[in-house]
């Protein structure tokens, strides 16, 4: 199966910078997401790493180490709209199956005035 | 509007109900999937389809029955449900080539059995 680990909640405040970890132990590994889910609405992506390094989208930055199965998103410059649950998704590859996409459990953050 | 579109937004239903989600997306994808989120849990892929045919069931009970009469339209028909299966109910779609933009979500439809 898939351990796909980043922490609960996080809580930040306006103006800060936060970083969300993830880390993951999984066969197939083929790319990770963030993806942002407003309560209520649905999931939409952020960032997409598939090599190892550092990509940067305006305030939002992810990080992964594939050595390491770790990432992580970096969100600069809070605003209170940033308050959301931030999940991770792992890439699995099998074979000739489609990739699967497969979730953390978010983390929700909450950002203060 | 996120380009999948899911109604209804919200369902109640009793346990003896039979209800039907629905799922349409026009951005050319042609895999389409549906996930249950429950709360503090993870995402958990229920169904699989690519060019209307299913390919994936992970272990899904039978009182859920998807159906993709075509690469646009994904239902999810519900019977004899549970209370446990109270939950939010997330389509999406992806190319087959599986790009870096992953999937589109909808919105979801928030399911209750009572």
Redesign the interface.
């Known amino acids: 199966g898939q351990n796909?680990d980043q922490p609960?909640e996080m809580t930040a405040t306006e103006g800060a910078i936060v970083q969300i970890n993830c880390t993951y132990q999984t066969s197939g590994f083929n790319?990770l997401?963030w993806?942002q889910q407003h309560a209520?609405?649905?999931?939409?992506?952020l960032s997409?790493n598939?090599l190892d390094g550092l990509e940067e989208k305006g305030r939002f930055s992810s990080f992964l180490s594939r050595s390491k199965g770790y990432s992580y998103l970096l969100l600069k410059e809070l605003q209170m709209k940033d308050s959301a649950s931030y999940?991770c998704?792992v890439?699995v590859?099998r074979g000739s199956?489609?990739?699967?996409?497969?979730?953390?459990?978010?983390t929700q953050l909450t950002v203060w005035p | 509007e996120t380009g999948v579109t899911q109604t209804p937004r919200h369902l109640v239903m009793g346990m003896t109900n039979k209800k039907s989600l629905k799922c349409e997306q026009h951005l050319g994808h042609n895999a389409m999937y549906w996930y249950k989120q429950s709360a503090k849990k993870p995402l958990e892929l229920m169904f699989v389809y690519n060019f209307k045919e299913q390919t994936e069931n992970n272990s899904v009970p039978s009182r859920f029955s998807p159906e993709c009469p075509n690469s646009s339209h994904l239902f999810l028909h519900l019977h004899t449900l549970q209370p446990e299966d109270s939950a939010l109910y997330l389509c999406a779609s992806s190319s087959e080539l599986g790009d870096g933009y992953g999937y589109t979500f909808g919105s979801g439809t928030r399911l209750t059995v009572v």
Request: aromatic share 22%.
């Open positions: 796909i609960t790319g997401f993806y209520g609405e649905a999931p939409t992506f997409y598939v999940l998704a890439r590859d199956t489609l990739g699967r996409l497969y979730f953390g459990r978010g």
